[in-house]
């Protein structure tokens, strides 16, 4: 599976951005997806995941209430839409995949996903 995700860039605080990641090279919708971020000298940190038909998603606290993760399987597409940007939202996000992904108990960690699309920077200013 390739992914490739784009959306990011600069954007002032309380702003919004919609990130996408495309998909290729597996059937789409015979995964689950996520997104997962990492801002300098931290550790990657997981954001929201969706099922493999979009019927359940999950959201870390950081993002509940703001953020809004959802796919178009006719697309090979998974979105993240970004409300109420903070400065603390800096970091380049990844969207994700795994073979065996589920949104089971271990969902928010990154060894559950075997792709990574490259990252998109986002910056949110004060």
């Known amino acids: 599976v390739q992914l490739q995700a784009s959306g990011g860039g600069l954007v002032q605080a309380g702003g919004s951005l919609r990130l996408s990641c495309s998909a290729s090279?597996?059937?789409?919708?015979?995964?689950?997806m996520g997104w997962f971020r990492q801002a300098p000298g931290k550790e990657r940190e997981y954001v929201a995941c969706?099922?493999?038909?979009?019927?359940?998603?999950d959201y870390a606290d950081s993002g509940k209430g703001r953020f809004v993760i959802s796919r178009d399987n006719t697309k090979n597409t998974v979105y993240l839409q970004k409300n109420g940007l903070t400065p603390e939202d800096t970091a380049i996000y990844y969207c994700?995949?795994?073979?065996?992904?589920?949104?089971?108990?271990?969902?928010?960690?990154?060894?559950?996903?075997?792709?990574w699309g490259q990252g998109t920077q986002v910056t949110v200013s004060s």
């Open positions: 994700a995949t795994g073979e065996m992904f589920r949104l089971g108990p271990d969902k928010d960690k990154p060894l559950e996903y075997d792709y």
């Open positions: 969706i099922s493999r038909s979009g019927g359940a998603t």
């Open positions: 090279g597996s059937t789409f919708s015979d995964y689950a």
